[in-house]
């Protein structure tokens, strides 16, 4: 992830670890970069003073937890949290690298290898979140970074464990992103299954594919009349032929159509092998896409903005809270574009808070050395320094 500078207002330390930029935002709260006193960087997430309630504070705590019982190498693990902080923060891993929308925004639509090869990777570390038992609610593609292994997921604020019905959402409202939602999620059934899951990786390959999710439309009510439509089909115009049967599959409108994590998995590695590819090699191929997109800027150069999105993506990717049924809803109103920041927007300043232990007295003491500092922080601060030199009005 790239970086911006930290504001005047916000926190430089949080629970013992130095916060060295903002990499993310969101509706609820802010990530930085932190590091800790031995130098391991983390993502930390703060909520916003203006948010900070009972019921945020319950989501966040239940967040925690869930994050506390996943584990995979696929998910950004946890670290440390403080739910009871005036402003609740987690920590957790840091990953290096851009979230698949700005990937996409960078280097363009994936290749049938590397589509199945993030499809099979992505199915495989969902199938072991389930068997953990719990869903993500909120797969999409801001909530997974591609980092220099391969993809990692983020993000489990909706998650929540599989054949329970207890909630923390109002009746008849429905909570998650519309562009990948289920038809099942997005009408507000419950307790909700696997398949919302298979049906959101489904959403997110065919946006990695082609640029477009499965139906899109200018008013949220009119994209939910959509999904929650049988009669009408999802859109794959433009998807690669070997994925087409695959991602057809997984956006079936009947949960119990669709294929389980293990079949995504299967189907996935038979595209790799027809492109004479073994797995290890369509997943380095991957993974090295996200050193293309995380390409750092020319000195003195700050990078030009992301364009702002259409009509039909300026929704698409916002965690919504509304009615499910189309007809009950209001009338159609253009919801609010977002910043045209990416959804992990680039954001860090070097601060450094070294504290060394008090050495014997000695005649000609030594200076203690400096802990070292992470390659991310590091690279991180000089780009910063490029960046502040080259727009200093001096």
Not at 330 to 359: D, M, N
């Amino acid at each position: 992830m790239n970086a911006t500078p930290l504001s005047p207002d916000d926190p430089v330390e949080l629970g013992g670890f130095t916060l060295l930029g903002r990499i993310g935002h969101g509706g609820m709260g802010q990530v930085y970069l932190g590091e800790s006193a031995a130098g391991e960087s983390v993502a930390v997430k703060v909520i916003k003073p203006t948010v900070v309630d009972s019921e945020t504070r319950q989501r966040f705590a239940q967040e925690i937890e869930v994050l506390k019982t996943i584990w995979g190498p696929r998910v950004a693990a946890f670290v440390k949290a403080d739910t009871e902080s005036e402003q609740p923060w987690l920590a957790t891993e840091y990953v290096e690298g851009p979230d698949l929308r700005r990937l996409l925004d960078t280097r363009g639509v994936l290749s049938p290898l590397a589509a199945a090869s993030l499809g099979a990777t992505l199915a495989e570390a969902l199938a072991g979140v389930h068997s953990q038992g719990l869903l993500h609610r909120d797969l999409k593609p801001a909530n997974i970074l591609l980092g220099p292994n391969g993809p990692k997921i983020i993000d489990f604020g909706l998650a929540v464990f599989a054949e329970s019905s207890a909630s923390l959402t109002a009746p008849n409202m429905v909570m998650g992103t519309p562009a990948c939602m289920s038809p099942e999620q997005a009408n507000g059934e419950k307790p909700l299954t696997a398949p919302v899951d298979v049906y959101a990786l489904g959403a997110v390959l065919l946006f990695m594919s082609t640029g477009h999710y499965p139906y899109q439309a200018d008013h949220v009510q009119v994209l939910f009349s959509h999904i929650v439509n049988p009669e009408k089909a999802p859109d794959l115009s433009g998807a690669p032929e070997e994925l087409v049967g695959l991602l057809s599959s997984m956006l079936r409108y009947a949960q119990h159509d669709r294929p389980t994590m293990d079949e995504v998995v299967t189907q996935c590695v038979a595209v790799i092998k027809a492109h004479g590819a073994t797995v290890a090699q369509a997943r380095r191929q991957l993974a090295s896409l996200a050193k293309v997109a995380y390409e750092s800027p020319e000195p003195s150069h700050v990078p030009a903005p992301a364009p702002p999105p259409t009509d039909a993506e300026a929704f698409s990717e916002v965690p919504t809270l509304l009615s499910p049924n189309p007809a009950a809803m209001a009338p159609t109103v253009p919801l609010p574009q977002p910043s045209a920041a990416p959804a992990h927007p680039p954001g860090y300043t070097p601060t450094v808070a070294v504290t060394t232990p008090e050495a014997a007295p000695q005649p000609t003491p030594a200076p203690h050395p400096r802990p070292r500092r992470s390659a991310a922080a590091l690279r991180i601060a000089a780009q910063l320094r490029e960046t502040y030199a080259s727009t200093a009005p001096f």
